[in-house]
């Protein structure tokens, strides 16, 4: 494609404010068809939200959208995707329909809107049609498969399949490796290029830098809803990067600790479950934070569920402070001492349509009631605001709805939530998934001062340098099982991905 068959992309003055909280001022932001344009910023920086103007999510917004320097009119989804704008957002399993097939999804648009008073449908053109469209792509899978049955990855393909089914010019990707692996980021790194090959712009939102210098070609940047710069991405370098993010340079990312572990407060022996998790054993001691490395689809999530009792065990035995534990639901977990900060903060985390204070205590109401029966909003208010100041979590008011704010903050609601219910044992499940690197450092703070109050911490992640900086020692997971115990001082990241990726150390 030469440089004057592109068209511009061009947002000016963009404002907008929900209450208590002005999200974007006057922001500016320009790309070229057939390129990648990273947009990254700290949580709260008003990045998804400018998406979502530029999407028609949002209708009160002042200022411009042009396309070619031809004003546009973007009140709603519907005018966004005429003029060949489509959004891929973060949470895949909400804007896909599981128990429909392959195709369908792919093609709902045309389902839906494109029947023409049609009452009849013709599912062999429509399977074609789909097929057709994966090829382009590159997504190998059979049209009548139940989108139920997909990998997460495999669920993402199939939302850019649909948004290249219709006249795409500019696809917005938000976050779209957090659920990845290695080999599955480079399939969708390749399926980017293709598409830039063929005149699509790219507006790609990442917390993950190293990436971002792999695929960009510019990098627009937004701190407190203000535009901070706008440049090629390669004219600076990460560490640059981060400081525009934050306004101040990043300082050492990881805590130092001084470990100070005490006695066996919990142990797994043997766990499996029908599928995922091969007879697992390990076990963490009071102050300590033990690292579920591996790489996505080790068996690492299914194991923190079965744990917390949030998913069923086939066989294993698990036990606390000595005792063994008989549990089949996350309640029974919850009275043995046990929380769980889920992957999925918004399914399975946090309740987004309902306040941040109601967020906060819902895990243990107790203290928040009178006569243990009724909820006392000042009890609830008061410690709902303290934990708000002690995570920094930035919201106007405990009455904000969690649905208004963003990523980072969502986080730290599902982490705050189980900080008052005051609870022996955590298991984070990559606990930064979406977030900044400023709240990231916050979270591995957080998780550091539990470990210091002699909490007990499992800390599952799929990046190796945080089982570096934060943990005492880890279990490295590789299809379902344990492949290696390691004591975090004497290794290295290198030898984490050997045994990662189902290899033996020499």
């Known amino acids: 494609m030469t440089r004057n068959q592109q068209v511009k992309l061009e947002m000016k003055e963009i404002s907008i404010a929900f209450p208590g909280v002005q999200a974007l001022s006057s922001v500016h932001f320009q790309m070229m068809s057939g390129t990648s344009h990273a947009l990254i910023g700290a949580n709260g ?10 999407a028609g999510a949002y209708d009160h917004y002042t200022g411009t959208i ?8 973007i009140r709603n989804p519907k ?24 195709a369908e999804n792919i093609m709902l648009e045309k389902l839906v809107h494109g029947s023409k008073g049609k009452a009849a449908v013709n ?5 074609a049609e789909a097929l057709q469209i994966m090829q382009r792509i590159g997504l190998e899978l059979p049209t009548g498969k139940l989108v139920q049955e997909l990998t997460l990855a495999e669920k993402q393909l199939v939302l850019i399949a649909r948004a290249v089914s219709t006249s795409c010019k500019f696809l917005i990707l938000d976050e779209p490796t957090a659920p990845l692996s290695d080999s599955e980021t480079s399939r969708l790194f390749a399926l980017i290029e293709r598409l830039k090959q063929e005149g699509v712009g790219i507006i790609f939102i990442s917390h993950r830098l190293p990436e971002l210098f792999q695929i960009c070609d510019d990098i627009t940047i937004l701190r407190d809803g203000q535009l901070v710069i706008s440049a090629p991405i390669h004219s600076m370098d990460q560490a640059q990067v981060a400081q525009h993010m934050l306004g101040a340079q990043l300082q050492g990312q990881f805590p130092h600790r001084e470990a ?3 006695e066996l407060v919990f142990e797994a022996e043997n766990v499996a479950d029908y599928d995922k998790v091969h007879g697992v054993t390990l076990r963490v001691h009071k102050g300590e934070i033990v690292g579920i490395a591996g790489l996505v689809g080790a068996g690492k999530t299914e194991l923190c ?7 069923p065990k086939r066989s294993g035995t698990v036990r606390v402070a000595g005792n063994t534990l008989s549990y089949k639901q996350p309640y029974q977990a919850v009275a043995a001492g046990l929380a769980m900060i889920p992957e999925e903060r918004r399914r399975e985390g946090i309740f987004v349509d309902e306040s941040v204070g109601v967020n906060l205590t819902v895990s243990n109401l107790t203290p928040h009631t009178s006569m243990k029966t009724w909820i006392n909003k000042a009890k609830e208010k008061l410690a709902s605001q303290s934990m708000i100041s002690k995570l920094g979590i930035k919201t106007p008011s405990e009455a904000t709805r969690v649905s208004n704010l963003s990523g980072g903050n969502q986080q730290k609601i599902a982490i705050g939530k ?16 979406g ?4 709240a990231k450092r916050d979270i591995y703070n957080l998780i550091a001062e539990l470990a210091k109050q002699g909490k007990s911490v499992f800390f599952a992640s799929s990046e190796t340098n945080e089982m570096i900086g934060i943990t005492d020692r880890m279990y490295v997971m590789y299809d379902g099982k344990v492949a290696k115990e390691l004591i975090t001082s004497q290794t290295t990241e290198e030898e984490i991905m050997v045994y990662s990726t189902g290899g033996q150390a020499e």
């Open 260 to 262: 100070s572990v005490g």
């Open 418 to 433: 189980w900080l008052l219910a005051d609870a022996q044992i955590y298991i984070f499940d990559e606990p930064t998934k």
């Open 435 to 438: 977030v900044d690197v400023g």
């Open 66 to 73: 042009e396309l070619d320097g031809k004003p546009l009119t």
């Open 79 to 102: 005018d966004s995707k005429d003029y060949g704008i489509q959004i891929v957002y973060q949470e895949v399993d909400m804007l896909l329909i599981p128990n429909l097939s392959v």
């Open 305 to 311: 569920r079965i744990l917390f009792g949030a998913a």
């Open 45 to 54: 920086a008003g990045k998804s939200t400018l998406m979502k103007v530029l």
């Open 123 to 127: 599912w062999r053109s429509i399977h």
